[in-house]
């Protein structure tokens, strides 16, 4: 089977940093449902596009294409009081920003008076070298395309 649209990739693969340095590999596989549902980093899509089971692939990713470069707007101080009293760094606590739409912030700094948040994914600004291999490629239920994403094995379940 051919990969394309509302079809499910299964695949393993190893996330590296420009020097070669493992940030992340499949254990052992993931699964995602291909066609535009942002399950993956659409260069990868693309270069999985028209590809079958046994295709291998390395795609490097610079930040634009990644994670984006860093974002000022999503580091904020703000005063102690607004945290509970447990806060420390290293903390992860959903917020908004500027009232719009959830985000996940980490703790980077905690004094008397206040507290560091930042909302930047953790490899924000870094060129990405994603290798893959492609394990499977079965066409999608339609309760998956209709749910953008993948049910079961390896993938979402709700």
């Known amino acids: 089977m051919i990969i394309a649209k509302n079809v499910v990739v299964t695949l393993s693969f190893v996330l590296r940093d420009e020097q070669g340095v493992v940030l992340e590999e499949s254990d052992p596989e993931i699964s995602y ?25 390395s795609v490097t990713m610079s930040p634009e294409d990644a994670f984006g470069e860093y974002d000022e707007r999503l580091r904020r101080v703000e005063p102690r009081s607004l945290f509970p009293e447990n806060v420390k760094e290293g903390m992860r606590l959903e917020g908004s920003l500027d009232g719009e739409g959830t985000w996940l912030f980490v703790v980077t700094e905690v004094t008397d008076e206040t507290v560091t948040v930042d909302g930047n994914h953790p490899l924000v600004g870094k060129t990405l070298v994603f290798d893959c291999e492609v394990l499977g490629v079965r066409l999608a239920t339609p309760e998956e395309t209709a749910h953008g994403h993948v049910h079961g094995e390896h993938g979402h379940v709700h």
């Open 33 to 57: 449902l291909h066609g535009g549902y942002d399950g993956i980093f659409s260069m990868v899509e693309e270069a999985l596009e028209g590809q079958k089971q046994g295709f291998s692939c």
